[in-house]
């Protein structure tokens, strides 16, 4: 029987999370906190640079968690299988990242302002997603008569 989307297993909700729009969204995150890092290290303070990168270090860790969580909890609501700690992770992730960030400003290590900024590099990676989305809207289109 050919495997369609509907009666799919785990095996490919775990395969979505590295395929896809996943995949460039977070190819397109690393891209743009290794730009705004390797620009900052020249035109901004170490803790600018420190911050960024902590920053962009910790929304990748975040996007890589949001796609395990989500994808647990799919697993449980499809297939009706145990929650796993993926699942708490989805609560979890908050906290851990506040207290990485909490701790690195009382430190003295990062810029608070820098650290929220390489937080962002999700936004980013989303309107460039929906741009190049939109382009193959447009390029793609049908002609009307």
Known sequence: MKQTSD???????????NSGINGRIFRTMAFAVAIAVVASVPLADWRVTTGLLVGGLLSLLNHYW????TTAAFKVVLHGAKPQMKL?????RYFVIAIVVFTAYKLN?????????????FVLALF???????YFA???????S
């Open 128 to 134: 460039v997603e929906a741009f190049r989305e939109f």
């Open 88 to 92: 708490a992770q989805y609560i979890l």
């Open 109 to 121: 290590l990062v810029s608070l302002v820098a650290t929220i900024a390489g937080l962002c590099s």
């Open 66 to 69: 949001l796609i395990s969580s």
């Open 138 to 144: 447009i390029i793609h289109r049908e002609e009307t």
């Open 7 to 17: 009666n799919a297993g785990p095996i490919t909700l775990a395969e979505m999370r």
